[in-house]
């Protein structure tokens, strides 16, 4: 892989992870495949959130698939700077999986549940096991950024 075409990877790399992590920490889209079936189900919102999802369901697959293409084809490059990008990658793909295989599935259960004056202990249970999975993909996503942040630096300092 050439310089010019790394450097524009590990610049795409670092954008997408950064407003994935921003996303999973303080906004309303995991920024993620399926993010849009956490939301309440109201009608208006749907509308607009369909139009706007395209882009929103590509910035998780950028994030991870240009962090698989710097950890394998990267070339010269120094072992830490490799195993953070191997990590990014790493962190990248257990917020996609976190995503798919435990937020999406808990939040559909939790909405089909009927309404009722009082928590039962089963949506209690699901609102406890979906905020520990929210947990671990904010965490999970945050650190994919740092080690990017890191693999980015460790560029300038290695020289």
Wanted: overall charge positive; proline content about 4%.
């Amino acid at each position: 892989m050439t310089r010019s075409l790394e450097s524009i990877l590990r610049f795409v790399n670092l954008t997408t992870s950064g407003l994935l992590a921003g996303s999973l920490g303080f906004g309303e889209a995991a920024l993620m495949p399926g993010w849009e079936s956490e939301l309440p189900s109201v009608d208006e919102r749907r509308a607009t959130d369909a139009q706007v999802s395209g882009y929103f369901n590509a910035i998780g697959p950028v994030a991870l698939g240009t962090a698989i293409t710097l950890a394998v084809g990267s070339r010269n490059v120094r072992p830490l700077r490799r195993a953070l990008d191997t990590a990014t990658a790493v962190g990248l793909a257990g917020v996609l999986a976190t995503t798919i295989m435990a937020t999406v599935p808990i939040n559909r259960r939790l909405e089909a549940q009927p309404a009722s004056d009082y928590a039962s202990d089963l949506s209690q249970s699901l609102a406890r096991n979906w905020s520990r999975a929210h947990a671990v993909r904010t965490t999970l996503g945050i650190g994919a950024f740092v080690c990017a942040v890191a693999s980015n630096l460790a560029h300038r300092h290695a020289k």
